[in-house]
């Protein structure tokens, strides 16, 4: 069965392709990556310091038929719609979709190439969390393409699509099948994005437990806050990694000392807006330090180094305490700021230190993309009879 997946819930309107074969409750489940595009807004909503929801909904309006076309051309055509059976899906959903998403819809009324049927079974798409404008255009373009195609469309949690992404093998690339790593059980995820901090308990896949969240500010929130402190630019994870690398190369030691907040609590849960605030107060400490106007690199690098490490050991220790308390067996982490090379490390030797597999993202399933969403879809997901909705603050548990 090939699966088409497609994701659009922040700022990256991403498609895929993947088949599979076989069922995960049987253990015979495989997977195999057909095509897997990313199309990043990043540079565009960078101007201004963080997302710009109506922004990112156009762009993804605009975005989604050019990729869709060159998607589709890994796919093989099973049929072909008369120019009034094409039609006449088009006028069915004009009413409700045209003044809502129209860049989305009169980009897709006009694309010839739709009329090609491919050997597509079944479509996922993301549903919630995330912005609601934006993920209205990916259950737009999925409910119209389904009804043309006459495939089951299945509504995917994004945070499912982070705990499936690092079950999948470093090399998706090369075609082949592969199986899922292996999950011994319970397994804990830790989710860590832009928008969420949580610690999961998984009894199996598809079965959650949240023991554990943010109170405030998500932990790449506050990386991308932190960044603009900095003057650096948005998604500041990436940038704020790369200084606190360079100071440690260059032997910098940082000159602030900033809390590692909710570490001694004997909950699950996290905080990072009074972490953020501390950076708040160092840069401005910095500043008188040094007499200047703006933060020399050096203090730069050495706070970054020091926001790094707060974060680290936080996590760290949040994670040791839900493997201990619930007798974990496996790790899964997911989410873009798995992608930091010191969280990565740290969590490398958590397994190490508690003889678990610790499941890792790659680099191209680490950030948003639509391989989970159509391998979350393929693994239990089924079509729904309801009408599908953006839920903004959808929950994985
Ligand atoms: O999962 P994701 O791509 O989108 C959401 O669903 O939110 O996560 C985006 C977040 C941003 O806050 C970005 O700054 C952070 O992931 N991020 C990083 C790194 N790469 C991306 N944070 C720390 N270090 C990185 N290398
Ligand atoms: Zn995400």
């Known amino acids: 069965m090939i699966t088409l997946g497609i994701e659009t819930s922040c700022d990256e309107t991403a498609l895929s392709l993947i088949e599979t074969r076989g069922s995960y409750a049987a253990g015979d489940f495989e997977v195999r990556v057909i095509a897997s595009l990313i199309h990043s807004q990043a540079e565009l909503h960078s101007a201004y310091g963080g997302v710009f929801p109506m922004l990112a909904k156009r762009e993804h309006g605009k975005n989604m038929t050019p990729l869709l076309e060159q998607i589709l051309k890994s796919t093989t055509a099973r049929g072909t719609l008369k120019d009034e059976e094409f039609g006449s899906v088009i006028e069915s959903l004009r009413a409700e979709m045209e003044s809502k998403d129209p860049d989305l819809f009169g980009a897709l009324e006009a694309a010839e190439f739709l009329k090609n049927i491919p050997n597509i079974g079944q479509i996922a798409v993301t549903e919630g969390p995330g912005l609601e404008p934006t993920l209205w255009v990916g259950i737009n373009a999925a409910r119209i393409l389904g009804k043309l195609w006459c495939v089951p469309v299945i509504p995917v949690n994004h945070m499912e699509g982070h705990v ?15 199986k899922l790593k292996e999950l011994p059980l319970p397994s804990i995820a830790l989710l860590i994005s832009g928008g969420h901090t949580e610690l999961i308990k998984l009894n199996k896949l598809g079965d959650y437990e949240c023991i554990g969240q943010t109170k405030d500010d998500a932990v790449g929130e506050a990386f991308d806050k932190v960044a603009r402190l900095l003057s650096l630019p948005y998604p500041g994870g990436p940038h704020i990694s790369k200084l606190s690398y360079e100071a440690m190369q260059e032997g910098i030691t ?8 909710m570490i001694a609590s004997k909950d699950h849960n996290f905080s990072f807006s009074g972490l953020k605030t501390a950076v708040l ?11 200047t106007e703006q933060l020399p690199d050096a203090s730069k690098k050495g706070i970054a180094l020091e926001f790094e490490r707060a974060v680290t050991e936080t996590l760290e220790t949040k994670l040791q ?9 496996s790790v899964i982490i997911g989410g873009g700021v798995s992608a930091n090379r010191m969280l990565r490390e740290s969590f490398k030797k958590i397994g190490e230190e508690y003889s678990i597999p610790v499941y890792l993202p790659s680099t191209h399933t680490s950030g948003d993309n639509a391989l989970m969403i159509a391998l979350a879809g393929a693994l239990h997901g089924k079509g729904v009879d309801r009408p599908l909705k953006a839920e903004g603050t959808k929950r994985l548990a």
């Open 164 to 178: 499936v992404a690092s079950l999948l093998g470093s090399d998706t690339s090369n075609g082949q099948w592969q």
């Open 254 to 261: 940082p000159t602030v000392k900033l809390p590692r907040p």
């Open 281 to 291: 107060y160092a840069v401005r400490e910095e500043l008188e330090r040094t007499g």
């Open 321 to 329: 305490g839900a493997i201990e308390s619930t007798g974990a067996q």
